[in-house]
């Protein structure tokens, strides 16, 4: 059985910072693109980056780029998004999300893409 947790989410001031992490079990987590997505109330799920098999190529949306970073450690079948300098529109449910690819530096930017999902956390920044 796939399972996607995560985990890091909470409530910061704007300008502050989070580590979301995203523990895979029951998978060859090597053989997966991650990804992060989120869902504001009453907005659609947006991407926020992915990061291919190897950990050597990510992609972020616009609205996090140079505030995020993704890392991965499939020692530990785990991912990492630093968040940095958080905004109030930042604050929505965070997603976890698992890919199979082929390809060691393939992205995936698309959500009908990912075969596995996390429950999500939540992440609340203040203004």
């Known amino acids: 059985q796939v399972q996607l947790v995560e985990s890091g989410g909470g409530l910061v001031q704007a300008g502050g910072s989070l580590r979301l992490s995203c523990a895979a079990s029951?998978?060859?987590?090597?053989?997966?693109?991650m990804g992060w997505f989120r869902q504001a109330p009453g907005k659609e799920r947006e991407f926020v980056s992915t990061?291919?098999?190897?950990?050597?190529?990510?992609s972020y949306a616009d609205s996090v780029k140079g505030r995020s970073a993704l890392s991965r450690d499939n020692a530990k079948n785990t991912v990492y998004l630093q968040m940095n300098n958080l905004k109030p529109e930042d604050t929505a449910v965070y997603f976890c999300?698992?890919?199979?690819?082929?390809?060691?530096?393939?992205?995936?930017?698309?959500?009908?893409?990912?075969?596995?999902w996390g429950q999500g956390t939540q992440v609340t920044v203040s203004s």
């Open positions: 999300a698992a890919a199979l690819a082929p390809g060691w530096s393939t992205l995936q930017t698309m959500s009908r893409a990912y075969d596995y």
């Open positions: 029951g998978l060859t987590f090597h053989s997966y693109i």
């Open positions: 990061i291919s098999r190897s950990g050597g190529a990510t």
